[in-house]
């Protein structure tokens, strides 16, 4: 699904990915751990082209072109950070996202809402506690149902059920074959879900399990 091989990013003077190499197969999870800052939302942004990298090699679904990366990445649902509207709801702030993806069924909206819980909420979202914008987040990274999910902290906000939601949403994933790389504060998170477990230490990435 995805390849990294020997990159390097630097911000300024400072090397915050340095030599990684990553090979992500077909329908397993794999955990990212780390500190603040070193490094795992800027892999996820170089997948997913939102920044560029100084020097190494990325392939997605085979291949390198960069012509061809952005039609690659089309098909990968992700979650980095809200990115909503305060003044809509959560069925309109999809419906906008639905748009923008191209997708012509409009039911898709109700049915992500759903699988997240949210469906029959009609506040705006500007007045959503931290978990419902992180269900909402999950939502938007769900439509069409994506071989590749790609969540960044994606269970932080959420109630000890909110979690088990998550997670078991999150397996069913993986049951169906999908591909999922998430970071997570939470150890327990990793543990319970990830096949592969990789540590960021001072932006070089190390195997844990």
Request: with cysteine; hydrophobic share 35%; net charge positive.
């Amino acid at each position: 699904m995805i390849t990294l091989s020997k990159i390097y990013k630097n911000y300024d003077n400072l090397k915050v990915l340095k030599d990684v190499n990553l090979h992500v197969a077909k329908g397993e999870i794999y955990g990212l751990i780390g500190k603040n800052g070193a490094g795992k939302t800027t892999i996820f942004k170089i997948i997913l082209g939102l920044t560029e990298f100084e020097s190494g090699t990325l392939c997605i679904a085979g291949s390198k072109k960069k012509t061809e990366l952005p039609q690659k990445r089309k098909k990968i649902g992700f979650f980095i950070g809200n990115n909503f509207y305060d003044y809509l709801t959560a069925e309109e702030n999809l419906h906008y996202y639905r748009q923008l993806k191209d997708i012509k069924d409009k039911e898709e909206v109700k049915r992500v809402l759903n699988l997240v819980g949210l469906e029959g909420v009609t506040s705006k979202y500007g007045s959503f506690s931290m978990g419902m914008k992180q269900r909402l987040g999950i939502a938007q990274a769900i439509m069409e149902d994506p071989d590749l999910l790609i969540l960044d902290e994606p269970f932080n906000g959420l109630d000890k059920k909110g979690v088990e939601e998550i997670r078991s949403l999150l397996m069913e994933r993986k049951e169906k074959g999908k591909t999922i790389l998430l970071t997570s504060h939470n150890s327990e998170d990793i543990t319970l879900l990830a096949d592969h477990v990789w540590e960021m230490d001072a932006g070089r990435m190390i195997k844990v399990r």
